[in-house]
């Protein structure tokens, strides 16, 4: 035994040896199918293909145009059906089958191997040179609707394609073969009339011949309402419904058979019937045509289907109210069946059915016509028992009743204002006069003439005048109405007439609202004053604008009636009406008044004027004429006119309200427009315009109340200040300080001495009642001074000794521009060009910081710096060698160049602003100092002090502001004015 390898090597092989066999085993059996045949339908277009031969279950088919070598179909894997040994299979062309020739090859498949193609098989066409003419397929050809189809068209020999239409449409023809084309048309429908074809017409391209075909298109059969009924309670007649027309007729017709019976052909009709003579009790109703077949059946007991033929042979007998109606049946089995019958009565256009019962019925009493009247009349019948359905009717039958007397006319007045009227009628209808009327007579009494006088008018009247001439002084006349006719005369008709004017009745006028029915009337019961009368009331109506010969209607009513709804196709919209409540007696109970529909009222307001009343405008305007309203007024509305429109000032509801003013107007013209309304709309409106002037005496108003408030104002500031007086006193003209002199002063002066004058010394005598807040200056008597310098350590008194205050004059130095020498001010004697004068001030300092204190330095008030509040001279530049202090500013004091004083602000008094002292070294002198000034505030203002010696008064000049310097507003003195102003603390 080989080992294991070995073994493994052996098998391998050996399964290699056996697929080889069978895969060569089944090469040997799948062979090529053999005896392939074909078999075409022209009709259908189906081709039967079949084969002998091979034992494989799946087959490959290919089916080529041989001429074009064209594919039309290919399948792999087809299962063909299998009987005796040979194969079939079915396929179906789009082209007739005449068009092209078609061959068929086939080969066997087992899963992925194949055999041999088999032999092609040829089914010849029409376009083989053996048929050389001019052909077209498929001939009359019967296709539904929506449906495609395909034509073909095979060319003489020699000849070419010129075209194929279908109907009128051009079609593209794709060819098939070296002389067939084909189209193919997609969604057919019928013609829309004729019961006709559609047309396919080919042509050669020069038109010599010419070949085409008829097609049908049209739909299978359809049909409803399929039922079987009884006539003569023996034989069956079913009927159907067409429920849609197929539209093939002719041989292409729908065929019915009835239980395999075929049915009576009946063209163009909706409801089809087909007879049987016996009661089969089930059938089955058969539709066939070229596209379908239907059927359908029906079943039933004969006494559940009995429908009586139309009664035959109808008859009447009438007279003036009544007619009787007769007729027979041909089958002998309605005699004793129950039935239904039904009569149909015309007449005058209406048409109105009866219903009569009773077994084997023949005859109907048709009661409460109307005399001379023409009517029409049919019947019918059903079985009243298992009822099915109504039989047919039978012909109809005329006649026309007999005449009778008429109807009593319905009879009322119409009298105007000066007893003048007539006696009004309302003409009898047809229905009424049962007959051609003849004439009226009419009857007028009085209570003195009891016999009265008679007067007989037309048949076509319908009012007789009533004179006052002829009433000979009655109160009241009697009217009766006859109508007359060949058959004889009415019952009278009478009316009581009285002889006055209606306004002579006072009678309550009330409103009444109209519906869409018309005015519903309600008044009590008993509204009649003779309470035993039944005669009922009347209901009259009239036009209320009307006053001669006015259209007059009325409606009688019943006794005891509490309610009426009053219409008519004579009321009109936009008229008024006045309705009236009578007694039988002919007196007025009741009165109203409406319209029907209100509509806008016509025409416009009338009397519209305007007038001025001061600054107002005053409109009044009048009524609206009653015949203009056209409804009820409900109110007004004004409009003022201007360029856009007009704007709506008011809305004034009510009738009565026709005035209205227009307040506060400014000068100038005004166009006021009024329009009434209704709860319809608006009238076209009234317009009217005014030119408003103003008023001397509102001038005069207007200038006393300017001086009143002046007057007003100027009295409350003098109060202010009456109140305020010591600090509006103090504010604005304080006093003047008194000058104290404390030289002698009899010695005079030389001219050219520019010595300090014996009386430098000045007292200033100011109280300082200012407010606490600001720094002000503070009187310091001479007493005080000196004790102050008597308690003052270190200071010597030469520093006591008052300081003087230099005031250049007019002359004072007409040196030019340079170096000055150092002005001292211990010193009194100067140079002569120096032209200064020294005016000696005494205890004159600020409230806060003038006093001496360690803090400043012990300097006296005069060495003080410039922000402590007090007067600073006029110096000239110190030398540029002079000491300056610890901080760089000079010791002397009152440094710097000549300023004059007229830098003076218009502060308050006191006001107090801190400014830093000039630097003592600076040069440059009045330039140094003008530069200091832009930098600091300016200093306080002391009032308007003057130098004694001086000519120049030292007020503030507004235009010698120094360049680039800014105005100092006011606003902090103005408010510190107005506060203390208005402060309520006492001065």
């Keep these: 035994m080989p080992p294991w390898p070995d073994r493994r090597r052996c098998a391998v092989w050996l399964s290699c040896c056996f697929l080889s066999v069978v895969h060569a085993r089944a090469l040997n059996e ?44 290919y399948v792999t894997g087809l299962s063909a059906n299998e009987s005796g040994g040979r194969h079939e299979w079915k396929w179906t062309s789009a082209e007739p089958l005449e068009c092209a020739s078609l061959s068929v090859q086939i080969r066997s498949r087992e899963g992925a191997a194949t055999s041999e193609w088999s032999a092609a098989a040829v089914l010849p066409g029409n376009d083989v040179p053996a048929k050389a003419e001019f052909q077209f397929y498929p001939q009359d050809r019967v296709v539904a609707a929506g449906s495609s189809s395909t034509f073909c068209c095979v060319v003489a020999q020699g000849l070419r394609l010129g075209s194929i239409r279908y109907g009128s449409a051009l079609q593209n023809a794709t060819r098939l073969s070296r002389r067939s084309y084909g189209v193919t048309v997609t969604g057919q429908q019928p013609p829309p009339s004729g019961n006709w074809g559609t047309n396919v017409v080919c042509q050669d391209l020069q038109k010599s011949q010419l070949a085409g075909a008829v097609v049908f298109v049209g739909y299978p059969p359809l049909l409803s309402d399929f039922q079987c009924e009884t006539e003569d309670l023996v034989s069956a ?44 009790g089930n059938w089955t109703l058969e539709a066939v045509n070229p596209l379908g077949r239907l059927v359908l059946s029906d079943g039933a007991e004969m006494e559940h289907r009995v429908r009586p033929p139309p009664p035959s042979e109808p008859s009447v007998e009438v ?41 084997g019925l023949r005859s109907a009493r048709l009661r409460k016509l109307h005399p001379d009247e023409d009517y029409r009349v049919r019947v019918r019948c059903g079985a009243q028992r298992n009822f099915w359905k109504w039989g047919n009717w039978s012909r109809p039958l005329s006649f026309k009743t007999h005449m009778d007397v008429p109807d009593a006319p319905d009879v009322w007045m119409r009298i105007d204002h000066d007893n003048t009227g007539d006696v009004v009628w309302k003409p009898l209808t047809a229905r009424q006069s049962h007959g051609e009327l003849t004439s009226y007579q009419v009857t007028l009494r009085s209570p003195q003439d009891t016999a009265g006088r008679t007067e007989s008018l037309g048949p076509r009247a319908s009012a007789l005048p009533l004179r006052p001439a002829r009433t000979d002084g009655a109160t009241r006349i009697t009217a009766t109405v006859v109508a007359e006719n060949a058959a004889g005369a009415s019952r009278p008709a009478t009316v009581v007439i009285p002889l006055r004017g209606p306004d002579q009745t006072v009678v309550a006028d009330n409103r009444a609202d109209a519906t869409e029915r018309g005015f519903a009337l309600v008044w009590p019961e008993r509204a009649d004053a003779d309470a035993d009368a039944d005669c009922g009331y009347v209901l009259e109506w009239r036009d209320a604008l009307c006053r001669r010969d006015c259209s007059v209607e009325w409606l009688r009513l019943a006794a005891g009636s509490t309610e009426a709804t009053v219409a008519s196709g004579h009321f009109q919209p936009g008229v008024k009406y006045n309705i009236s409540l009578f007694s039988c007696s002919s007196e007025p109970l009741r009165r109203w008044h409406g319209y029907a529909r209100e509509l806008a009222p016509s025409g416009t307001v009338p009397h519209l004027s305007v007038s001025q009343q001061d600054s107002d405008a005053v409109l009044t305007w009048g009524v609206t004429p009653e015949a203009g309203r056209r409804g009820y007024v409900v109110g007004y509305n004004v409009y003022l006119a201007n360029d856009s429109g007009l704007a709506l000032l008011a809305n004034l509801s009510g009738e009565g309200s026709r005035k209205y003013t227009v307040k506060a107007l400014s000068k100038g013209t005004y166009k006021f427009t009024v329009k009434a309304y209704t709860l319809a709309g608006e009238d076209v409106g009234a317009t009217a315009s005014v030119t408003l002037q103003l008023f001397a005496d509102w001038l005069i108003l207007e200038i006393l109340t300017s001086l009143g408030a002046t007057a007003l104002f100027l009295a409350i500031v003098t109060f202010l ?20 002199l404390n030289d002698d002063w009899s010695r005079t002066q ?54 003087s205050l230099r005031r250049h004059g007019p002359m004072a130095d007409e040196r030019p521009d340079g170096p000055r020498e150092p002005y001292s001010s211990d010193s009194s004697d100067s140079s002569v060009d120096s032209g200064q004068t020294d005016v000696t001030y005494t205890g004159i300092q600020t409230s806060g910081s003038s006093l001496l204190s360690p803090a400043d330095g012990g300097r006296l008030p005069s060495q003080a710096p410039a922000d402590g509040g007090g007067y ?84 503030p000049d507004g235009e010698a502001e120094e360049p680039g310097r800014e105005k100092r507003p006011l606003s902090v003195s103005a408010a510190g004015w107005l506060t203390n102003l208005l402060s309520s603390a006492k001065p």
């Design 319 to 359: 007279d003036a109210w009544n007619a009787t109606l007769r007729w027979s049946w041909e089958h002998a089995a309605y005699r004793s069946l129950a039935l239904v019958c039904q009569v149909e009565l015309g007449s005058g256009g209406n048409r109105t059915k009866r219903a009569f019962t009773g077994a």
């Design 750 to 803: 030389a001219p050219l001495d520019v010595r300090p004058s014996p009386h430098h010394l000045v007292r200033v005598v100011e109280k300082p009642e200012m407010d606490s807040f600001k720094e002000v200056l503070v009187v310091i008597p001479e007493e005080d001074e000196e004790e102050e310098g008597e308690e003052e350590d270190g200071v010597t008194a030469a520093c006591r000794r008052p300081t």
């Design 30 to 73: 799948l062979s090529a199918p053999q005896q392939v045949t074909l078999t075409g339908s022209p009709r259908t277009q189906q081709i039967t293909v079949s084969w002998r031969g091979s034992h494989a279950s799946t087959f490959d088919v290919i089916i080529l145009r041989p001429e074009l070598n064209q594919t039309v179909f």
């Design 721 to 740: 200040c009456y109140r305020k007086r010591k600090w509006v006193k103090g504010a604005f003209y304080p006093d003047i300080p008194q000058p104290k």
């Design 237 to 280: 007649t079913c009927r159907w419904k067409k429920a849609r027309d197929t539209r093939l007729y002719g041989k292409r017709r729908t065929r019915f058979t009835l239980n395999d019976r075929e049915c009576a052909e009946r063209q163009a009709v909706e409801v089809e019937s087909c007879a049987s003579q016996v009661w089969e």
């Design 872 to 955: 600073r001279p006029q110096r000239r530049a110190a030398p540029p060698g002079e000491d300056r202090g610890d901080d760089g500013r000079r010791a002397s004091p009152g440094g710097g160049g000549y300023k004059a004083q007229n830098a003076w602000r218009l502060d308050s008094p006191g006001e107090e602003e801190a400014r830093p002292a000039p630097s003592p070294g600076s040069p440059g002198g009045v330039a140094e100092e003008e530069e200091e000034e832009e930098e600091r505030p300016a200093p306080p203002s002391l009032g308007s002090p003057a130098s004694v010696a001086s000519t120049q008064f030292l007020l």
